[in-house]
């Protein structure tokens, strides 16, 4: 094991435990029919359990949402049981298999249709970013697409200096020349390629070499105990924010706005993620329509778009895991089964909700 994989883990581990800390103002979910609900940093794909709490689409629950900022620490508070759901990406299930946490990934939400990318500060070829430092959040979305483009290009982990940085934490650092490269998210590409005339994007999650893996997903994470004392409770979630999308669908423009109060984000810079036609944008999200997310799940008969396989959930976990395995972050592939519950999705197709959408 190198020095570098060892530091990493160390690190990781470091994070999980000083995270896992009691959150002010929340409660079991039982309490008063209050669902704990977390979202992993600000950003829009992770917002629509908000719409449904404006709008009112959570029947009886509660919604008590918090954003976290630290990635790590929402997967923490799950764990804990101190929040029931968590919107995130879905490269950390192999991290929940491994550790046995009580969490489990319950539904895909959305694909990253190229709003995720690698940017370099100046066009350069692999043997001069040897060496240099690049910038990407560990245990991340961002640190596998990392690694997938420096593996493209004929690096190995070990050929470059880390640096821990989210999207925006990485901007400057880019603009002053100390990160060679990082990875980066609307709207920090822009300002970056705004006010940089030698930065370039080197790689994005439209390529098919990202996009086919399946691994580039928002999804939605449950306490496992919440589900089993609350399943009825945790089904409504689901349908909660799919129903939530069908608003965001229909009103395309008062949901954007709605987001950019919530998040404090410009519209402009809203729509540079989701876009105005209530489905997709190039270089933004592809939103799932429920029945495509219960596709992906195997709970429903029919082809995922873009080339996902049905039922394909559990081969994009152990892909995610065969990368970590590759990255130094883990040690074995786990069996990415005991990592997903589709059987929530399965109740609301079972139950006769369906959901088709497509761009006005």
Known sequence: MSMYSSKKKATIATLMCASAMTLPGISSAQDNETINIGLNVSWPGFS????????????????????FEDPLGGHAA??????????????????????????????????????????????????????????????????????????????????????NLNADEAVGPVMSGDLAAAYMYEPWVTRVLENLDTAKIAADTSEPYYLDTGIFMDAMYMNKKFIKEHRKAAVDMIRARFDALQYW???????????????????????????????????GLYMLD????????????????????????????????????????????????????????ADLVDSGYSQSMSAR
């Not at 519209?267 to 876009?275: L, P």
């Not at 959930?313 to 395995?325: A, D, K, P, Y």
């Open 78 to 163: 799950l764990a804990a049981g101190q929040i029931d759901v968590y919107l995130s990406t879905a490269e950390y299930t192999p991290f929940a298999i491994e550790r046995g946490t009580d969490t489990v990934l319950v539904s895909h939400l959305n694909i990253s249709y190229g709003v995720d990318k690698v940017l370099i500060a100046e066009d350069m070829n692999a043997q001069e970013l040897k060496g240099q430092k690049v910038g990407a959040p560990q245990a991340y979305i961002g640190e596998v697409l990392m690694g997938m483009w420096l593996d493209k290009e004929g690096l190995t982990p070990d050929d470059v200096e880390w640096v």
């Open 48 to 67: 629509f359990l908000e719409v449904a709490r404006q709008k009112g689409l959570a029947g009886d629950h509660d919604l008590n949402l918090t954003i």
């Open 290 to 345: 429920f029945d495509e997310t219960a596709r992906i799940c195997g709970a429903l008969d029919g082809e995922p778009p873009h080339g996902i396989e049905n039922g394909s959930i559990i081969q994009s976990v152990m892909r995610t895991n065969e990368w970590w395995v590759k990255l130094g972050l883990m040690d074995e592939v786990q069996d990415a089964e005991k990592g997903v519950d589709c059987s929530l999705i």
């Open 249 to 283: 669908h229909d009103n395309t423009e008062e949901v954007n706005q709605l987001f950019s109060d919530y998040l404090q984000w410009p519209v402009a810079d809203i729509e540079s993620v989701v876009g105005t036609n209530g489905k997709y944008l190039e270089d």
